[in-house]
């Protein structure tokens, strides 16, 4: 009986298991997300180029994964050029014992156009919140000079009746 082949049920249960990733992909990924390179990725995790491509066409989860690593790297190589854009690099001057502070105005504003849709847009839903904040506020006031009307109304209200009352009817 120990040679009896397996039920048809459980080996398409086997062949449907989800397939596990390699072993090197948490040190591939995780060097991709720091550099953004596929090839020092790679080189990290021990393995050649064409097979991280290989398994990234095998493996949805690690497809998904690497496309995350890929997006974590970017933002991470985003922020390194923001910074240094903004305070500049020190750059040898020719013929000077120190380096002198250089900015690259025309990166920074190439930045800054490919990034003015999505500040905008940020910043419109910001706005946007505020003015709902803003509404409610302006709601909440209005509410409380009403109260405060009506309170100040009631005693004038019962001192016309009281009048009323004390004149004689025609």
């Known amino acids: 009986m120990a040679d ?5 049920r459980k080996s398409r249960l ?6 596990s990733l390699p072993r090197w992909s948490k ?4 060097e991709l997300a720091a550099t953004s390179n596929v090839s020092a990725a790679a080189r990290k995790a021990n393995i050649a180029t064409a097979t991280a ?6 493996y949805p989860e690690f497809n998904r994964q690497w496309q995350k690593s890929l997006c974590d790297g970017y933002d991470h190589l985003e922020l390194e050029l923001l910074h240094r854009l903004r305070v500049g690099e020190v750059k040898p001057a ?5 380096g002198v502070r250089a900015f690259d105005n025309a990166t920074a504003f190439r930045l800054l156009a490919a990034h003015r849709e999505s500040a905008s847009r940020q910043r419109a ?3 946007n919140e505020d ?5 409610l506020s302006i709601n909440a006031k209005l509410e409380t000079m009403r109260q405060r009307m ?3 109304a009631a005693p004038k209200a019962e001192q016309i009746i009281d009048q009323s009352a004390d004149s004689p009817t025609r």
């Not at 020719?94 to 120190?98: D, I, P």
Request: charged share 25%.
């Open 53 to 58: 491509y290989e398994a990234r066409r095998n």
């Open 4 to 8: 009896k082949p397996l039920s048809g």
């Open 14 to 19: 086997v062949a449907q298991a989800k397939p």
């Open 94 to 98: 020719s013929g000077a014992k120190r």
């Open 27 to 30: 040190t591939f990924l995780d």
């Open 150 to 152: 009506l309170a100040a």
């Open 131 to 135: 003015a709902e904040a803003i509404v």
């Open 125 to 127: 839903i910001r706005n």
